[in-house]
């Protein structure tokens, strides 16, 4: 069954630590890739996407992404994590011609020390 | 990209009774898709709905539990039927502005639904 997984649970880093969360998918065709956020209190958000083109990716707040066909993968990165980016991210996958439905992986907490 | 208001923003029903959650969407969609997020968990697709069609559920949901109404382009509804604590949640609807070429899903605010 198509399926996505994120590799951790629950980080917790301090500020200005580097970031990096894993996400694997599985689907053998074409298929275009999603990281949301989803702070305390609020709705997901879109931080960026892979459709085609450039396998790295730049989304909004400093967060990027590298999509590596050959090992199904599209991890999530950022250099410098504020405090701020406290917050649930989830990796989802649409696979191409499945009506455009999402499917997403289990959600990793990040927690971000001052 | 789209913006989606759906409401109620929370409510806490008693068991055996039932919700119906409402999702308007200030441009017209081809597809609505609905969403359950339960406590601790990621996102599930209960199911998609295209106006003037049956809804499309996904393994483990059906439509006697999960009726939805597609009425128009613009708005959509899921009534969670029967309810059980169990269905305590958060629901949630989405649209993909681009149709059928997954470009700019956007999500509403979510229901989060309390059964007691």
């Known amino acids: 069954a198509q399926s996505v997984s994120q590799h951790n649970h629950h980080v917790i880093l301090s500020e200005a630590a580097s970031l990096e969360l894993g996400c694997n998918y599985s689907y053998g065709g074409t298929v275009n890739l999603f990281w949301y956020v989803q702070y305390p209190g609020q709705h997901l958000q879109l931080l960026l996407k892979y459709f085609s083109g450039d396998p790295l990716v730049k989304g909004i707040k400093g967060f990027e992404a590298e999509f590596i066909k050959s090992k199904f993968s599209f991890n999530l990165r950022k250099p410098s994590v504020q405090w701020s980016d406290t917050a649930e991210y989830f990796c989802a996958a649409s696979p191409y011609n499945q009506g455009g439905k999402l499917i997403f992986g289990q959600g990793t907490e990040l927690s971000v020390k001052p | 990209s789209a913006v989606i208001s759906q409401k109620p923003s929370r409510d806490i029903c008693q068991r055996g009774t039932s919700l119906t959650i409402q999702c308007q969407v200030d441009s017209q969609v081809t597809m609505m898709f609905w969403y359950r997020q339960q406590p601790g968990q990621s996102l599930t697709l209960i199911a998609t709905?295209?106006?003037?069609?049956?809804?499309?559920?996904e393994s483990g949901f059906v439509i006697d539990k999960f009726p939805i109404s597609r009425p128009n382009l613009t708005f959509s509804t899921l009534t969670v039927s029967n309810m059980s604590p169990e269905d305590s949640s958060i629901y949630l609807c989405s649209v993909n502005a681009g149709g059928t070429d997954n470009y700019g899903y956007t999500f509403g605010s979510g229901t989060r639904l309390t059964v007691v």
């Open positions: 709905a295209n106006q003037g069609s049956e809804a499309t559920y």
